[in-house]
């Protein structure tokens, strides 16, 4: 089992667009960073104007925890699709290759393989995420320094002391873990079913798509869905940001996160083994 996995790890990452995650996230974080650098004051400013004529804040407002929350609500919305470019190419890129089949011949049983297949997805996606919490927290920290996190939310503004902050990020990257091995468990699921990594690559998009444009209308029967929809629970990261922390709205929407990869890696092992591999 270790020496699969060892050997789906070394598969990942000596194919040339399993890099292009990692330069992207690299391009867009250093791009938000030299935007704030030259011109985040004017940011902050506008930020402040609600509040301006009420309170007086004070201190370095424009620091490497503001940044990294901006940098978050941006990126892992598009990470999906960065974690599906590998994930959907597990299996659909074996079959295009013509090596699935001399895969199968090796003394190693397809529920194994399947699940080797699983944790290196999982690992490629944890070390994304590690890379990502790196240029946005530790980087953008370097850069802007510490300070309060003041998140404007619909109903109310949330003040988070320096010495409260950098805990919860811990946290919420590795909430973001879960919710991102969901989508690696999805495209795998879908890789199963296709001869070309394209197919489950664009079939995993549309359906976050469609799963999130449902979690946001408030028709009656979308919101009977929504609760059971993995794209509700995506964002629960952001609890974390709470004060005070709901950690039992939290705790289910991982919990719900955690079925639902139970369920997508369970079904793609049932369906692999019966599989009729002809490439």
Same mark, same amino acid.
């Given at each position: 089992?270790?020496?699969?996995?060892?050997?789906e790890?070394?598969?990942?990452?000596? &194919?040339? &667009?399993?890099y292009?995650?990692?330069i992207?996230?690299?391009a867009?974080?250093? +791009?938000?960073q030299l935007?704030f650098?030259?011109?985040?004051? @004017?940011?902050?400013?506008?930020? #402040?104007?609600?509040? !301006?004529?009420?309170?007086?804040v004070?201190g370095q407002?424009l !620091?490497?925890y503001?940044i990294?929350?901006?940098? +978050?609500?941006t990126? #892992?919305?598009h990470v999906?699709?960065?974690?599906?470019l590998?994930?959907?190419?597990?299996?659909?890129?074996?079959a !295009?290759?013509?090596?699935?089949r001399l895969?199968?011949s090796k003394?190693? @049983?397809?529920?194994?393989l399947? %699940? @080797?297949?699983?944790?290196?997805?999982?690992a490629?996606?944890? #070390?994304?995420l590690v890379w990502m919490? =790196? +240029?946005s927290l530790? $980087?953008?920290?370097m850069?802007f320094?510490?300070?309060? %996190?003041?998140?404007?939310?619909?109903?109310?503004?949330v003040?988070?002391?320096?010495?409260?902050? %950098?805990w919860?990020?811990?946290y919420?990257?590795?909430?973001?873990?879960?919710?991102?091995?969901?989508v690696?468990a999805?495209?795998? %699921?879908l890789?199963? =079913?296709?001869? !070309?990594?394209?197919?489950?690559i664009?079939?995993?998009m549309?359906?976050?798509?469609?799963?999130?444009?449902?979690?946001?209308?408030?028709?009656?029967l979308?919101?009977?869905?929504?609760?059971?929809l =993995?794209?509700?629970?995506?964002l629960?990261?952001?609890g974390? +940001?709470?004060?005070?922390?709901?950690?039992k709205?939290?705790?289910? @929407?991982?919990?719900?996160?955690?079925v639902?990869?139970t369920i997508?890696?369970?079904?793609a092992m $049932?369906?692999?083994?019966?599989?009729d591999?002809?490439s």
């Open positions: 089992m270790w020496t699969v996995l060892q050997i790890l070394f598969k990942i990452f000596k &194919r040339p &667009r399993t292009i995650a990692f992207a996230i690299t867009i974080v250093v +791009l938000i935007a650098y030259a011109d985040g004051k @004017s940011y902050v400013q506008f930020m #402040l104007q609600a509040i !301006n004529e009420s309170f007086e004070e407002i !620091n490497g503001l990294c929350y901006l940098i +978050l609500q990126l #892992l919305i999906p699709l960065l974690i599906a590998i994930a959907g190419d597990m299996v659909a890129g074996e !295009n290759m013509g090596t699935l895969l199968i003394p190693i @049983s397809r529920e194994s399947m %699940l @080797s297949k699983f944790l290196a997805s999982t490629y996606t944890l #070390l994304l919490a =790196f +240029l530790v $980087v953008s920290m850069i320094g510490e300070g309060y %996190l003041i998140i404007f939310k619909s109903e109310q503004v003040i988070l002391k320096s010495s409260d902050i %950098l919860r990020y811990y919420c990257f590795g909430f973001a873990a879960v919710a991102m091995t969901t690696a999805l495209a795998l %699921l890789s199963v =079913f296709a001869e !070309n990594s394209i197919g489950p664009i079939t995993t549309s359906i976050i798509i469609v799963f999130t444009i449902l979690s946001s209308m408030d028709l009656p979308f919101k009977t869905m929504r609760p059971y =993995f794209t509700s629970h995506m629960g990261w952001k974390f +940001l709470d004060d005070p922390i709901n950690y709205s939290i705790m289910k @929407s991982g919990a719900i996160l955690l639902h990869i997508f890696v369970s079904a $049932v369906i692999f083994k019966k599989k591999v002809l």
